[in-house]
């Protein structure tokens, strides 16, 4: 099948035009291409990378809008998280299948996953906010309103629960001393939290779990500057006079009004920052350089051998974290695994050699842990139990 083809199938079926008779060519040749296990051919399929974003693009957006359907539950099928990104365009298929029909029959009916005990609930929006005299304020305990105000700031948590910083014109009037005084905040998310901020200039920021961003209550400088520890996505506000840095693990980003995320968790091997319009520099104290990067590119700094690279990737898989997802193309499962832990706050012990063990799939971070698991396990090539808030794997 020409590609033209198969991706024209595909489109149709996402968007439920396509007849039973392209429905069910769409599903023999995934079957035939899966029974031989062939590889991606590139006169058939295309550029392997191209395509894959493509589709992923594609389905990540058609899942948003069926799970708003109530009691929807959409898993991608056992052969959907393949140890080989070889089999995305098939996997691809069978996914949009699971989509169209629901799955939870399918995850009751085939599962051997032991129920749990102890229900192990997602993460939600939790934080904790210490201001510039120390004093702290969690954040998810607190009612919508104003929660303090400092040098010429007012601080509040806005009705759909971001934190939201205003410059209160006011004080700045009254007492311009106070509001020229840099006075920083912090913001913390522990294993099992996430949040939105929304800074006096504009920009927003969404943290992941087991991150940290510090900042200025006002950017009076020619410069504005945060700090990152862990994982956060910023929106960005143009202001082509007073550049945005980011400061993080060995790492400067610059930028003067874009989109973009940073992954700088101290126990991963690297710090990724990746944009996704506009345009950043980056600057890596370790190597000593700095590279501009394009929409859909991600640099790599890596804290072992100070390697600086730059890379195409699929954006969608990046900041499926803030859009309610996990999304995995070919990932080492200690990556994964890593992300589930700070999610759902969680140690997580191996036993047994699992350090070649890649996986793909997608599940939503609304699910229990139990349920996210069974996208990895249900491929046969580990087992997993959990024991309290201990997650055990083996091969």
Known sequence: MEKETLINLINKYLSNQ?????????????????K?????????????????????????????????????????????VAASITTLLIASASLVFYMKYNSSYFIAKNSTHPVNKYRIAPGGNKALLILADGSKITLDDAASGELAKQSGTKVSKAARGQLVYTIDNTIAKYNPAASAQPVYNTIETPKGGQFQVDLPDGTKVWLNAGSSLRYPTSFNGKIRSVELKGEAYFEVAKNAHKPFKVLSNNQVVEVLGTHFNISSYTDDISVKTTLLEGSVKVLSSKANQSKLLAPGQQSDINYANNSFSIKAVNTDEVIAWKNGYFLFTDEDLKSIMS?????????????????????????????????????????????????????????
Do not use: C, H
């Open 36 to 80: 031989n296990k062939l590889q991606w051919d590139e006169l058939e399929m295309g550029n392997e990378n191209v395509t894959k974003s493509e589709l992923y693009s594609k389905i990540l957006s058609e899942i948003k809008n069926r799970e708003s359907v109530p009691k929807k539950m959409i898993f991608l099928r056992r052969w959907f």
């Open 339 to 395: 992300k589930f832990a700070r999610w759902y706050n969680v140690d997580v012990e191996y036993k047994g050699d699992v350090n070649n063990l890649r996986f793909g799939g997608m599940v939503s971070r609304s699910k229990d842990l139990t349920q996210a698991l069974k996208v990895i396990e249900q491929t046969g090539n580990v087992k997993i139990r959990i024991e309290g808030r201990r997650v055990i794997v083996m091969p």
């Open 18 to 34: 396509a007849t039973p008779e392209e429905e069910a060519r769409l599903l023999s040749y995934y079957d035939t291409l899966q």
